[in-house]
């Protein structure tokens, strides 16, 4: 049980990705079980939350990240360029993988991935593991000791990668269930992803086979979908009756709303409907599809279809773990200037969205978990300007566009305070 408190600064929280409230001067009251009673501005507090312990932030306070696509074991191969996806997968991912059938090499990765996404203001995250069954085990030990929300799930390759890296589709998906039992939902705060890395290392055996998993254990699925060109013709060649990429997964039983596919850049009006009719979402990655010359995401097309779509890392194609740069690099891949209550959305509530927790996380709203972080931002603005005179937009302007400057301090989870990054003092709040 948590202590309730109340913490008293400037708050802003999405309502969709064209709405935001904002509270200059704001106030917000944690209960007994983590979740929010209460958020608003101060001078409307009710009088019956008063006497609970009081904190005041000079910064801002924001709802926890949501990253819905990373790779854990990839930390390390940040900014290693090549010259394609697979090339890349190649020379730098593969071989780095291979290390994780060492305990000692997956405990420390494990712990400083995690570290690193409390660091970075991500509270919850969809994440990749390696191939290794042992090593996923310790991720999720990892995960669970840091108190964060983890959909986690071990990789699955049966075909078209490093021979160390090949398991029989027998022997991944019976891997695969004995994890399941062990972690989905051992905790409120940690689930399981069934986990086909793509279409070109599975097949249909293994396709098919994490299909029926995912269906009996009511776990997500999460795998990459149109990322680059090479990829796209290697899995036309791999899987000829397919009409196209999305095609496969549909045919082994993959697409459900619980379906999180990477990038899907190079998609068409056919693949969206399908997306859209079984409910899927995707992970739009956009510092890692500059990096690998992927291409721009199709943002209007997604909209059109009606897919809904949130913002991942990418690490380690994507170079850092920084959802404020991730939204940062959004407008950046679109070539034009997004107004930032959309990036900010995608990174927060439409991240929950993609994930079918909008009615848990994802936004500072009473009833909801308080997960919730502590943004200490360059406090110089335009015109002389103090924090508290800020629209609503110019507060997320300044968030998504700063990004360089922005530093997370004070993290929790279900109102238990996770770090104390940034050394923030507690202080004394008077009544209101």
Not at 44 to 60: D, K, N
Not at 172 to 201: C, D, Q
Not at 397 to 406: G, I, K
Request: glycine fraction near 8%.
């Amino acid at each position: 049980m948590i202590t309730p408190f109340r913490l008293h600064a400037a708050l802003l929280t999405p309502l969709s990705n064209e709405r935001m409230a904002w509270h200059p001067h704001g106030a917000l009251v944690v209960d007994e079980r983590g979740s929010i009673a209460w958020r608003g501005d101060e001078a409307a507090l009710p009088e019956t939350f008063l006497p609970l312990p009081a904190m005041r932030s000079p910064h801002v306070l924001l709802p926890g990240l949501i990253d819905v696509h990373v790779h854990l074991p990839q930390l390390d191969c940040r900014g290693k360029f090549g010259a394609s996806l697979l090339e890349w997968l190649d020379r730098f991912i593969y071989p780095e993988e291979m290390r994780f059938a060492d305990e000692a090499v997956a405990r420390d990765v494990a712990r400083r991935f995690h570290a690193a996404l409390i660091a970075a203001g991500t509270t919850t995250a969809m994440v990749y593991g390696t191939v290794h069954e042992r090593a996923t085990d310790i991720a999720f030990e990892e995960a669970e000791r840091a108190g964060l929300r983890i959909i986690l799930g071990k990789v699955l390759m049966d075909r078209e990668a490093p021979e160390e890296l090949l398991e029989s589709a027998i022997d991944g998906l019976s891997a695969t269930e004995r994890l399941i039992e062990r972690w989905h939902r051992k905790t409120p705060r940690l689930w399981y992803a069934v986990t086909p890395r793509f279409a070109l290392s599975c097949t249909t055996q293994m396709l098919t086979g994490a299909a029926v998993l995912a269906k009996r254990h009511d776990t997500y699925v999460q795998t990459h979908c149109n990322e680059s060109g090479g990829e796209i013709a290697r899995v036309a060649e791999l899987f000829p009756e397919a009409a196209h990429y999305t095609g496969v997964y549909e045919a082994a039983g993959l697409l459900t709303p619980r379906t999180v596919l990477g990038h899907n850049i190079h998609t068409d009006d056919e693949q969206l409907a399908m997306l859209r009719a079984h409910g899927c979402a995707v992970a739009h990655c956009p510092d890692s599809n500059l990096f690998l010359g992927s291409g721009r995401f199709p943002i209007e097309m997604h909209e059109h279809h009606g897919v809904h779509f949130a913002l991942g890392s990418d690490v380690g194609a994507g170079t850092t773990l920084s959802m404020f740069h991730i939204m940062h690099a959004m407008s950046h891949v679109q070539a034009r200037s997004l107004h930032p209550f959309e990036p900010l959305y995608r990174a927060t509530l439409g991240g929950a969205a993609a994930l079918g927790l909008e009615d848990s996380i994802g936004s500072l709203d009473a009833g909801k978990e308080a997960d919730m972080i502590e943004v200490e931002i360059e406090q110089s603005f335009c015109r002389g300007k103090r924090l508290q005179d800020l629209s609503a937009q110019e507060i997320a302007s300044v968030l998504v566009y700063r990004s360089a400057n922005q530093r997370v301090g004070r993290v929790w989870v279900g109102g238990e305070k996770i770090s104390e990054r940034g050394g923030t003092e507690d202080v004394p709040t008077p009544s209101v």
